[in-house]
């Protein structure tokens, strides 16, 4: 394991004290039935996860079969439950709370639509480590952003397509933000 993966190993584990839902399953600490149960969903997609390091999980089914669930990985985020979701990390620009009664998690990608999950309830735990494992040096960071295209996003009250830039939508005058 690199040094900087190791590093990103060691704040998660000290943010995993601050989660307030203690049935979240991290690291070294991600196995049993839910989480073989989720496999076996990825499988049946087509998707294996030999290269990957599971790094949080959370089972969203009922009776702890875990057909349905959410994985972080150091490369991709998955998600099925009403819908198969699969994300690449590097393609996160900014994630935040989202919906009309803030029940879902919004993804803004860089290159794509705005993707949305329902797993508010975990909104802290998923966005502090996203958070960590998109960190770069800041030098790196800087270079994207200068030669990055300003990101677009869907107005929630005409789902017009503008700028993340803007407060306002230019077509029905809604809060962006």
Same mark, same amino acid.
């Given at each position: ?30 196995? %049993?039935?839910? #989480? *073989? %149960? #989720? ?8 998707? #294996? ?48 709370? %989202? ?37 770069? *040096? ?29 407060? #306002? ?9």
């Amino acid at each position: 394991m690199s040094q900087l993966l190791q590093e990103k190993v060691d704040l998660i584990s000290k943010a995993y004290v601050t989660f307030k839902d203690k049935d979240l399953l991290i690291l070294d600490g991600i196995n %049993g039935r839910a #989480f *073989d %149960g #989720f496999k076996q969903t990825l499988a049946n997609r087509n998707v #294996f996860l030999e290269d990957e390091i599971p790094v949080l999980f959370k089972d969203l089914t009922w009776f702890g079969g875990g057909e349905d669930g959410l994985l972080i990985t150091n490369k991709h985020v998955y998600y099925h439950e009403w819908g198969y979701k699969c994300l690449k990390l590097t393609d996160i620009d900014e994630v935040r709370i %989202g919906g009309w009664f803030d029940e879902n998690i919004d993804f803004i990608l860089k290159h794509a639509p705005t993707i949305s999950i329902w797993a508010a309830k975990v909104f802290n735990e998923v966005h502090t480590v996203i958070e960590i494992l998109s960190k770069t *040096d800041e030098k790196d960071a800087k270079e994207r952003k200068d030669t990055s295209a300003p990101t677009q996003v869907k107005c929630l009250g005409c789902r017009a397509i503008v700028h993340s830039n803007q407060t #306002f939508c230019d077509y029905c005058r809604s809060p962006l933000s």
